[in-house]
């Protein structure tokens, strides 16, 4: 939380307004941060769906899962800082014009089909499953959709963002840098809070149906005619 | 290996017998054009706009095939007798895939001779055999991830639609490489500079997305 | 009559003797536990069946035992416990099982676009079997379905469809053979048919899931009774009579 409002206040007082585009240009430390770590998010919950299925262990999948939400969240502030820059910049909601933005929103599609996907399969171990591997699938694409994208826009149009995180004098960088440690932090913030509220209420449900059990006489009904199986 | 051709061959005798998925796409892919030229009411095409109403086409053609891959394993209990045979799991993934390249193929060798028909007026002739290699990796991205998120949409409730919001996002590389290759060689006059580095492009694809569906192939077979 | 229920208390001991014990029976299980989510599909089952012998599994619907027998085709994994089948431990030498294990289930495992004898060639290519044509042959003429063997599958009725299931069974001579309500879609010619080819005097070893009680407790040695996953019966089929198997179905607990 620190982290957040020190970025916060540097980003308001420290750093110098751009030229070119005024005070509209420091939603940047907000937009790249908030891109940054949420590719990384996406990447990271690609690992832990691998650890998922090595380790068969549903907390893993607990984690790839709320990993992959959280990216999400972020991902909406991506498009929606980004639109905002991109109307301050050039007057319009939307450009075609940088790769980030348009490979994020390829990105973006792609993980909103997540939530359908688990939600549509009724075996929970199967689901586990099959999440895992979409987030692997989808965590080896991020890199190679970018790859696409970048090398397609660069054929036509400038890369505004490259240009502009290049040649960043020292206080521009300095704050960026505290920016995207600030948003790192949030994001893994979040993330252990909905982790925790998850387990939480697993416990709880887990819990309730012992206590069901333990009322309706047992969770196992009593044998008819057993006769502990002896080699003959 | 034995597996891989006994269920290829499997697949292809009952699509030569049902005729169910190469003529469907074929058809979609003509009708699409026709389609096209009246939507962007245009009698030729060339370059960029070409390279863009083929592939885009080819895609959602595509799409058809790749949503029937496995129903006859579901619906039929197939699933069951592959999955308890003595047989390497994957097999029944590059035999899939395998399948649906042949079925790819088809589809182009259709589609491809009615689009010259209908939108390109010079020049075609000469730019097959890149046209065909830039086809050919297209295809192998096309097949590999088709094969492998068919076999996901299968066992679950909506798999119809789950299958094209899966699939579309994940092949956009394949269609900006694709088509970017596509555009010098429909391009008059004939270009064929820049095509190799968006071939290198697909082959990545290709090789990413070969390994990771064989890696991960099992996981999703087993219950 | 009932047989008082003796408590499976095993010393560490008792349970190593067990495990040694077990990999001389076609089918082992320990404890064996399969999860659906929160419910438990397969409570803590224990069971032995030895090579050659025939086990009956009754239960109400629900039960467990389509997914016991899905495990013992390799098809399930066991959340828990131990499960050995034809002495090899599953699910990690699972590929060693496959080809000795098969299962006629509800559905005939067959395309139905493909014929009687493309599918059986299918699967004979599949098992690596040696003389596939001549083993196809004579598998059809011993369900007399020899005549519509090149029709495809969908022309064929249902039973007709299920004869060309149990040859396909069989077709890799399997050790053990799972049989899940083999007689609901043959006529009794038909189930004649099929008893040289599935039954008991095969001597292999089967698993025999059925409603039919009395013919059920004639065909086997052992009987395994399920409810809600739990084992309620497990006896010699001689010490059993149909009211024991009966108070399975009843309501209640």
Not at chain 2, 116 to 143: H, K, N, Q, S, Y
Request: proline residues 5%; contains cysteine; glycine residues 6%.
């Amino acid at each position: 939380m620190v982290l957040i409002t020190t970025a916060l206040a540097l980003v308001f007082f420290y750093a110098p307004n751009d030229a070119d585009q005024g005070f509209v240009q420091k939603i940047f430390y907000v937009h790249v941060p908030l891109a940054i770590v949420a590719l990384i998010g996406f990447i990271v919950a690609g690992v832990l769906g691998a650890m998922h299925l090595r380790t068969r262990d549903d907390t893993w999948d607990a984690r790839s899962y709320v990993a992959i939400h959280m990216s999400v969240i972020f991902g909406v502030g991506v498009l929606a800082t980004g639109a905002i820059w991109a109307r301050a910049s050039w007057g319009k909601w939307w450009v075609w014009d940088e790769p980030t933005l348009v490979s994020f929103l390829i990105v973006f599609l792609l993980y909103a089909t997540y939530y359908p996907l688990r939600y549509s399969i009724d075996d929970p171990q199967r689901r586990a499953r099959y999440a895992s591997v979409f987030a692997i699938t989808a965590g080896a694409f991020v890199p190679i959709n970018f790859i696409a994208v970048r090398l397609a826009e660069s054929l036509v149009h400038p890369r505004v963002l490259n240009q502009t995180a290049g040649d960043m004098p020292g206080e521009m960088r300095l704050t960026f840098l505290v920016a995207l440690a600030g948003m790192a932090l949030l994001y893994v913030t979040l993330v252990k809070l909905e982790l925790t509220s998850k387990n939480a209420r697993r416990q709880l449900r887990r819990l309730r149906k012992l206590l069901e059990e333990e009322r309706s006489g047992g969770a196992a009904p009593p044998p008819i005619a057993t006769v502990p199986a002896k080699p003959h | 290996m034995r597996a891989v051709v006994a269920i290829a061959r499997k697949d292809l005798l009952v699509e030569l017998r049902t005729k169910e998925s190469v003529p469907a796409m074929a058809l979609f892919a003509v009708t699409t054009f026709v389609i096209f030229h009246f939507g962007l009411d245009r009698d030729r095409l060339e370059g960029e706009l070409a390279a863009g109403v083929l592939w885009v086409t080819l895609l959602f053609a595509a799409i058809l095939g790749i949503n029937r891959l496995f129903v006859a394993e579901r619906e039929q209990g197939g699933f069951d007798g592959i999955l308890m045979a003595p047989i390497e799991r994957t097999s029944l993934l590059i035999a899939k895939s395998g399948a649906l390249i042949v079925y790819l193929v088809a589809l182009e060798l259709i589609a491809l001779p009615v689009f010259a028909l209908f939108f390109i007026d010079e020049g075609f002739w000469e730019a097959v055999p890149r046209l065909a290699v830039v086809m050919l990796l297209a295809d192998v991205g096309l097949a590999v991830v088709g094969a492998m998120l068919a076999s996901i949409a299968i066992h679950t409730r909506a798999r119809d639609l789950l299958l094209p919001i899966l699939l579309l996002p994940l092949t956009v590389p394949v269609v900006i490489a694709a088509a970017a290759a596509t555009k010098p060689l429909l391009s008059i006059p004939l270009d064929t500079s820049g095509v190799g580095k968006w071939l290198a492009v697909l082959a990545l694809y290709d090789l990413v997305f070969g390994l990771l569906a064989y890696a991960v192939f099992d996981f999703l077979m087993e219950d | 009559m009932t047989v008082a229920v003796e408590p499976a208390i095993e010393s560490s001991q008792g349970s190593q003797r067990a495990r040694a014990e077990s990999s001389t029976f076609a089918v082992a299980l320990d404890q064996v536990v399969r999860h659906y989510g929160e419910r438990v599909a397969l409570r803590q089952v224990t069971l032995r069946l030895e090579q050659g012998r025939t086990l009956a599994v009754f239960g109400p619907n629900g039960a467990g035992k389509t997914t016991l027998l899905r495990m013992l085709a390799t098809l399930l994994l066991p959340h828990e416990g131990e499960l050995r089948v034809l002495g090899h431990v599953l699910p990690r030498e699972a590929h060693r099982v496959r080809p000795h294990v098969g299962l006629l289930a509800h559905e005939p495992l067959l395309y139905r676009d493909l014929s009687g004898r493309e599918n059986l060639r299918f699967y004979a290519r599949l098992y690596d079997i040696e003389a596939p044509e001549v083993r196809i042959a004579h598998l059809l003429e011993s369900t007399a379905m020899t005549t519509r063997s090149d029709e495809p599958v969908r022309n064929l009725s249902r039973g007709m469809a299920q004869r060309i299931g149990i040859c396909r069974a069989v077709l890799h001579r399997p050790e053990l053979l799972l049989l899940d309500e083999p007689r609901a879609h043959l006529d009794p010619e038909a189930a004649a048919m099929a008893e040289p080819l599935i039954g008991a005097r095969t001597g292999v070893t089967r698993v025999l899931v059925t409603h039919e009680i009395e013919h059920g407790l004639a065909e086997a040695d052992h009987v395994l009774g399920l409810r809600e996953g739990s084992v309620l019966i497990d006896a010699p089929a001689a010490q059993l009579d149909p009211r024991d198997v009966r108070a399975l179905y009843g309501a209640g607990a």
